[in-house]
């Protein structure tokens, strides 16, 4: 994990910029220059009183005032020149100490101990600050570590769902033309049943091939063909009405669309993904001819896409399941297909850094998707 350079700490504000030894600084001054002023006014008041009624006791009784006061003074400022020490020693080092000790560990050194011995308040609190230092290295040290193991599972995942995908479809190739071949060449000698037998098997090989094709497609996204460049939105979608003309001219589809934005995407992706939505919003139609609308509104870097169809929507209970490999919530029969569309959609759309999700449907009425796309950006123009 990267570390970020330190942040300039945050300006104090009022009379807290000054610093505590100034304000020692300037109440001593004044406590000092304070007594020095008063007790040069006792001693006038008292000189003014002996001129009016000089006596020689009072004159004696006067020195040893002044004496006193002296004396007083002295003692005075060798406590506040202790208290400053003191002050200076005792507080404002181990601040100090503690301060730069706390930088050293926000500067990225996260076992850098904190510590001072002294005064007992400061020794505490430093002990709890580096207590949540070793509690917040241990805890971020054990996700670092579950984040890397995910990504290495995560890539593993991905090359053994390639490698099998790819590696299974040549033998299932053999299967599924040699069982037409063996139901060609001896077509003739075979009964019904036999018939239907070769049948489901060349009906369950091809849909193994598909499903092994659709596999191959996910585990592909963002290993192979990822280079992402500013794309028109528009003209990907136009290419996935392209793939899709003959359903849309059979189901009598009306697709409109807002003035659609460009994005920085892979374009292939992007287009694999218009084509799987707008497949399953034809797909899942109702009795009246798909109407499907492909609208786009700009959300701070990002574009947010929708796709609303007026089909048979989705119950709001499945809208998690919907997006998981394989999952489909109306026999094959009914509907033909996988279950891998939106899960691959899903995968593309994160891949690019966005976000992909169901919003509200009822079922009956039709169903949004939405998707979000980061906007192009100036460098990619
Ligand atoms: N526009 C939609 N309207 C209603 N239901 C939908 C819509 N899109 C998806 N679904 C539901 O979500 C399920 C998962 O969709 P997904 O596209 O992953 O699979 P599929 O279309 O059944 O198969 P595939 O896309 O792999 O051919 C579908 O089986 C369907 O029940
Ligand atoms: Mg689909």
Not at 32 to 48: D, H, N, R
Not at 278 to 303: D, L, Q, T, Y
């Amino acid at each position: 994990m990267s570390i970020h350079p330190l942040p300039p700490p945050r300006e104090p504000t009022g009379l807290g910029k000054l610093p505590v030894a100034r304000w020692f600084l300037f109440i001593g001054a004044v406590a000092g220059v304070t007594f020095a002023a008063g007790s040069v006014v006792i001693m006038v008041l008292l000189g003014q009183a002996m001129e009016l009624q000089p006596r020689p006791e009072m004159t004696a009784q006067l020195g040893r005032l002044n004496v006193a006061l002296i004396v007083l003074f002295a003692v005075l400022l060798a406590c506040g020149a202790g208290l400053a020490l003191i002050v200076r020693h005792a507080v404002l080092k181990p601040i100090a100490q503690l301060t730069e000790q706390v930088r050293t560990v926000a500067g990225g050194d996260f076992d850098h101990t904190l510590h001072v011995d002294r005064p007992a308040e400061l020794a505490e609190l430093s002990s709890h600050i580096d207590s949540m230092r070793a509690r917040v290295v241990s805890a971020w040290r054990v996700a670092a570590d579950q984040a890397d193991e995910l990504r290495r599972s995560n890539g593993e995942l991905e090359q053994f769902a390639y490698v099998a995908s790819h590696d299974l479809q040549e033998p299932l190739r053999k299967v599924a033309s040699f069982t037409q071949m063996l139901e060609q060449r001896y077509g003739p000698q075979l009964d019904e049943r036999a018939k239907q037998y070769i049948h489901y098997a060349v009906d369950g090989a091809k849909r193994m091939q598909l499903l092994i094709n659709d596999l191959l497609d996910f585990s592909r996204v963002g290993r192979v063909t990822g280079e992402k460049s500013a794309v028109e939105s528009g003209a990907a979608l136009d290419t996935a009405l392209e793939n899709l003309s003959a359903t849309i001219e059979d189901t009598g589809t009306t697709v409109t669309r807002d003035d659609l934005p460009a994005v920085t995407a892979n374009r292939l992706q992007l287009t694999q993904l218009f084509q799987n939505l707008i497949e399953n919003a034809v797909k899942f139609r109702s009795e009246e001819p798909p109407r499907i609308h492909i609208g786009a509104v700009r959300a701070g870097a990002m574009w947010e896409f929708s796709c609303a169809d007026n089909g048979i929507g989705v119950e709001q209970k499945y809208a998690d399941r919907i997006f998981l490999i394989f999952q489909r919530l109306h026999p094959r029969d009914v509907y033909p297909g996988t279950g891998i569309g939106l899960a691959l959609c899903r995968k593309i759309v994160e891949y690019h850094g966005g976000q992909l999700w169901l919003d509200g449907s009822t079922p009956g009425q039709g169903a949004t998707f939405r998707w979000t796309l980061p906007a192009a950006g100036d460098d990619d123009d």
